[in-house]
């Protein structure tokens, strides 16, 4: 196997910054995210940090177009934590509409309601405490300490991470799962001022979701193509372990989909027989919906009835 490209001389390496090698790629991603940032309703002053907090939870693994709709939708419905928290967890569920991955939205609730419960209805400005909060895990914590209050965190989700492999590190693609060695390069390239580092947090990220994209990256827009190692080097292919692709038909994440849409439209409990409409495999019907109801997402009753969950 071809070792991955070595960084630019002149380019940040991941044992400099903060520093003036760091402020190399601090300064250009930065100038270029004030005039290209998109306008989402997540980074406006009124959104607040529970506001941020709920566009984390939805945008994991869901585009921001299939997330917009449902955010506002439901900070309209719950504009705090104590809102939410006073609902049934089904609630949370249905209002989650098609978003996928509703367990999600049970997470979102427990964190709500511990919010509620621990902080009196105010999200807590700790990373620890964010930490410490149900469902919430490093990158979360990292993503509201930041982007909600302005701190100094390393936040690496798929676009970062993919923006530090190319310009850094000279590879196309970084691993399918966060490495020590990506983190100690984020926190290496971190600067040292707070508000610069948050603001570099939402630069690099949005720097990977419009420019230097998975698929057909835009190099001649890109603020830092002369300091890009990957880009120096040819843009060699990626030759580590296959992509994981993201399937969906047929899966079992389809029937689940397929069962919870007919849970969420219902005003009453629903019988046996509604479900099964939905799908004609019945093993792979009944282990779908035996997933729902271990992960928390249907509450079985007496005579054969479902429901989204109460408690």
Request: proline residues 9%.
């Amino acid at each position: 196997m071809t070792a991955p490209a070595k960084p630019l001389p002149h380019g940040p390496s991941p044992g400099d910054a903060p520093g003036a090698a760091g402020d190399a790629l601090h300064r250009p991603v930065i100038a270029w995210f004030e005039t290209h940032a998109r306008d989402l309703p997540w980074r406006r002053e009124d959104a607040g940090p529970w506001g941020v907090m709920v566009s984390e939870f939805m945008l994991q693994q869901t585009p921001v177009s299939r997330v917009l709709p449902v955010y506002e939708q439901w900070l309209a419905r719950w504009p705090r934590p104590a809102d939410l928290a006073k609902e049934a967890p089904g609630e949370a569920v249905r209002a989650w509409g098609r978003l996928g991955y509703p367990r999600r939205a049970l997470r979102l609730h427990g964190a709500a309601v511990a919010i509620t419960e621990r902080h009196g209805g105010d999200v807590p400005t700790q990373h620890a405490q964010l930490l410490a909060l149900p469902g919430i895990g490093e990158y979360t914590a990292a993503a509201v300490a930041s982007f909600a209050y302005g701190q100094r965190h390393a936040v690496l989700d798929t676009n970062v991470r993919r923006v530090f492999a190319r310009a850094v590190t000279g590879v196309q693609y970084p691993p399918n799962a966060t490495t020590a060695a990506e983190r100690k390069l984020a926190r290496a390239l971190l600067p040292e001022e707070e508000h610069t580092a948050s603001r570099w947090a939402a630069a690099s990220m949005e720097l990977g979701a419009l420019v230097c994209t998975a698929r057909n990256e835009a190099c001649e827009r890109c603020p830092i193509a002369a300091r890009c190692a990957w880009l120096a080097a040819g843009k060699p292919a990626h030759e580590g372990p296959a992509r994981r692709g993201q399937t969906y038909a047929g899966t079992d994440r389809q029937v689940r989909g397929k069962l919870l849409a007919v849970l969420r439209e219902a005003v009453a409990p629903v019988p046996q027989a509604a479900l099964d409409r939905v799908w004609d495999e019945p093993v792979q019907r009944a282990r779908a919906l035996d997933g729902l109801v271990a992960d928390g997402l249907v509450e079985p009753l007496r005579g054969g009835l479902y429901r989204l969950p109460l408690t």
